[in-house]
């Protein structure tokens, strides 16, 4: 299944121009909320998928904006069952979700970015970290890619990517009947995910994904250890990435935990879980959980400032490293 063409897409200053003239209707980001990240597993064999983020989160009656930025680093390879994959290259994202809260019951976020993917340059600063802590390698600067290569083969279908490629990410659309109490609320939501480009399928495989899903978190503004926990199932439509091995139904949870150490700064931990998006021998293919770890700042004009790394809380089965930055408002 070799890729299309590559096309070049101008997302980026509509992401800008969005949020520019959204930002000043967005000043109640939710004080007290989950420090929910609109994350998730930076696979390219996943992300192209319908795999919801995080559930969305605002102030009743308040617009919430969240801009995301993101590096993330892979260079793995398999030989199991008749089935080869390699994936040498580091993806770029650049996010934008914008969420409005109609009332206290219903809310609704709309997702959509700009991804690229190519040589990067963390591959340095990886094997460095590495070398000064010790740790294993594993088939990083052992691989024959080029820096920007991803490739699977089991001899009845196939993908191969190797160049440069800059595309828009698929638009997801999550809405949720929300259930308040004093300090926490339930949350009752689903999730679509909406092609958007053809230029490949490992940006957005085409399909029209649905998904269902539960949450609890806390919403008390003056709580210690905020909290997040949400469990669902995705169904998948008529994929064009490896359509003979995708799994129909997949499921996922995620939950997040965060510790405020004074009032305007904390440090959270996310940690997600989703089943296998395929049914192969390949651990990359399989199920995955990413811990995300990061510290924010929030500032007393009412916007939030985040910055951390995720890793694979399963080795080898999603993305080695991702650096990312957010800012809320």
Same mark, same amino acid.
């Given at each position: 299944? %070799?890729? #299309?063409?590559? !096309?070049?897409? &101008? @997302?980026? /200053?509509? *992401?800008?121009?969005?949020? =520019?003239?959204?930002? %000043?209707? #967005?000043?109640? !980001?939710?004080? &007290? @909320?989950? /420090?929910? *990240?609109?994350?998730?597993? =930076?696979?390219?064999?996943?992300? #192209?998928?319908?795999?919801?983020?995080?559930?969305?989160?605002?102030?009743?009656?308040?617009?919430?904006?969240?801009?995301?930025? #993101?590096?993330?680093?892979?260079?793995?390879?398999?030989?199991?069952?008749?089935?080869?994959?390699?994936?040498?290259?580091?993806?770029?994202?650049?996010?934008?979700?914008?969420?409005?809260?109609?009332?206290?019951?219903?809310?609704?976020?709309?997702?959509?970015?700009?991804?690229?993917?190519?040589?990067?340059?963390?591959?340095?600063?990886?094997?460095?970290?590495?070398?000064?802590?010790?740790?294993?390698?594993?088939?990083?600067?052992?691989?024959?890619?080029?820096?920007?290569?991803?490739?699977?083969?089991?001899?009845?279908?196939?993908?191969?990517?190797?160049?440069?490629?800059?595309?828009?990410?698929?638009?997801?659309?999550?809405?949720?009947?929300?259930?308040?109490?004093?300090?926490?609320?339930?949350?009752?939501?689903?999730?679509?995910?909406?092609?958007?480009?053809?230029?490949?399928?490992?940006?957005?495989?085409?399909?029209?994904?649905?998904?269902?899903?539960?949450?609890?978190?806390?919403?008390?503004?003056?709580?210690?250890?905020?909290?997040?926990?949400?469990?669902?199932?995705?169904?998948?439509?008529?994929?064009?990435?490896?359509?003979?091995?995708?799994?129909?139904?997949?499921?996922?949870?995620?939950?997040?935990?965060?510790?405020?150490?004074?009032?305007?700064?904390?440090?959270?931990?996310?940690?997600?879980?989703?089943?296998?998006?395929?049914?192969?021998?390949?651990?990359?293919?399989?199920?995955?959980?990413?811990?995300?770890?990061?510290?924010?700042?929030?500032?007393?004009?009412?916007?939030?400032?985040?910055?951390?790394?995720?890793?694979?809380?399963?080795?080898?089965?999603?993305?080695?490293?991702?650096?990312?930055?957010?800012?809320?408002?």
């Amino acid at each position: 299944m %070799p890729d #299309a063409p590559s !096309a070049r897409h &101008g @997302a980026m /200053p509509v *992401l800008v121009a969005g949020f =520019a003239l959204l930002a %000043p209707a #967005a000043r109640h !980001a939710d004080a &007290g @909320a989950a /420090p929910w *990240l609109a994350w998730r597993d =930076a696979n390219p064999f996943v992300a #192209a998928s319908g795999l919801p983020f995080a559930p969305p989160s605002a102030g009743p009656g308040h617009w919430r904006i969240d801009a995301v930025v #993101a590096a993330s680093n892979t260079e793995i390879a398999f030989d199991r069952g008749g089935e080869r994959l390699l994936h040498d290259a580091e993806v770029h994202e650049a996010r934008i979700a914008v969420t409005r809260a109609f009332g206290e019951h219903w809310i609704a976020r709309a997702t959509i970015g700009s991804v690229s993917i190519g040589e990067g340059f963390l591959d340095g600063f990886i094997e460095d970290w590495h070398r000064v802590f010790g740790l294993d390698d594993g088939d990083r600067g052992r691989l024959a890619g080029d820096g920007h290569a991803i490739r699977y083969d089991d001899g009845r279908e196939a993908v191969a990517f190797d160049r440069r490629l800059r595309a828009t990410t698929p638009l997801m659309v999550d809405v949720a009947y929300r259930m308040p109490r004093a300090t926490t609320e339930w949350l009752a939501g689903a999730t679509v995910k909406l092609p958007t480009t053809h230029a490949s399928v490992l940006v957005d495989d085409r399909a029209v994904d649905a998904s269902l899903w539960l949450a609890a978190q806390a919403t008390d503004p003056d709580a210690r250890l905020p909290w997040g926990l949400r469990a669902g199932a995705m169904h998948r439509g008529a994929t064009r990435l490896l359509p003979a091995r995708a799994n129909e139904f997949v499921p996922f949870a995620d939950a997040t935990l965060a510790w405020r150490l004074a009032p305007r700064w904390d440090v959270a931990a996310q940690l997600q879980w989703h089943g296998a998006l395929y049914d192969s021998a390949i651990p990359y293919l399989d199920d995955a959980a990413t811990l995300a770890i990061s510290s924010a700042w929030h500032s007393r004009h009412g916007w939030t400032l985040r910055g951390g790394l995720v890793e694979d809380a399963i080795p080898k089965h999603a993305q080695d490293v991702t650096f990312f930055l957010s800012l809320t408002l």
